[in-house]
């Protein structure tokens, strides 16, 4: 089954601890991003990534990082951890050329108090 | 920058009857896609109706249909013959053509379907 897979789909950690949310798709997708979904904002992009080893900054990229070693995973890293981070996230994946449809994760649910 | 907007935060139907919920949006470019995505409960993102702005003909999935307006980048979403599976949280999105370009969505429109 094509299919974008997150985990945890629920965390909820302190300020400062440092934690990374998976993201694995299996459908030899070149494109992945990762959004946050906050209410009354609608879902903002984070970070993007067109193919292995290449990454670059959504609208809202301070406090993330990410990594892209192999073409299937594309892992979101917070370092440090703030609660204004406590958000939605999602992983999201598309072919890169023409108006391929994009596939999201199920959406993790992260609390940082 | 593409905006999109969505300026109805809520809206009812009851059950069988037809919905229509509003998107406009800002941009410059020519060519490009316009997406309305459903969120239920369960939060999962899932494609509802596709548009390729080179194409002058409404897209249509079964009970669901658009108004496409370039001219106006209006993009409104009819529901027919609303199902109580229909409430959820509905997201109008655009994309521009090109590899590297992000999703850009509105805030919302959160429906309930009433019996």
């Not at chain 2, 013959?81 to 409430?87: I, K, M, R, T, V």
């Given at each position: 089954e094509a299919q974008v897979t997150q985990n945890p789909r629920y965390l909820i950690t302190v300020t400062g601890k440092k934690l990374t949310v998976t993201c694995s798709q299996n459908?030899?997708?070149e494109y992945m991003s990762w959004y946050r979904q906050d209410p009354g904002l609608g879902l903002r992009q984070i970070y993007y990534s067109m193919n292995v080893e290449v990454t670059d900054k959504g609208d809202v990229p301070e406090g993330y990082k990410v990594s892209r070693k192999e073409k299937r995973n594309f892992p979101l890293i917070l370092e440090s951890p703030s609660p204004n981070q406590t958000s939605l996230y999602f992983c999201a994946s598309r072919h890169l050329a023409g108006g391929h449809e994009q596939y999201f994760g199920p959406g993790t649910r992260l609390t940082v108090t | 920058a593409q905006t999109v907007t969505q300026s109805q935060p809520e809206m009812s139907v009851q059950e069988a009857e037809t919905v229509t919920l509003s998107c406009t949006y800002d941009t410059s470019e020519s060519d490009y896609y316009l997406f309305w995505y459903k969120q239920p409960p369960s939060r999962q993102m899932i494609l509802v109706i596709r548009q390729e702005a080179y194409k002058q003909q409404n897209a249509t999935e079964n009970r669901f249909s658009v108004n496409f307006q370039k001219a106006a980048k209006s993009f409104s979403l009819k529901i027919s013959?609303?199902?109580?599976?229909?409430?959820a949280m509905y997201f109008c999105a655009y994309r521009r053509t090109g590899t590297a370009s992000k999703l850009t969505f509105g805030t919302g429109t959160r429906l309930q379907v009433t019996l």
């Open positions: 459908m030899n997708h | 013959d609303s199902q109580l599976g229909d409430a």
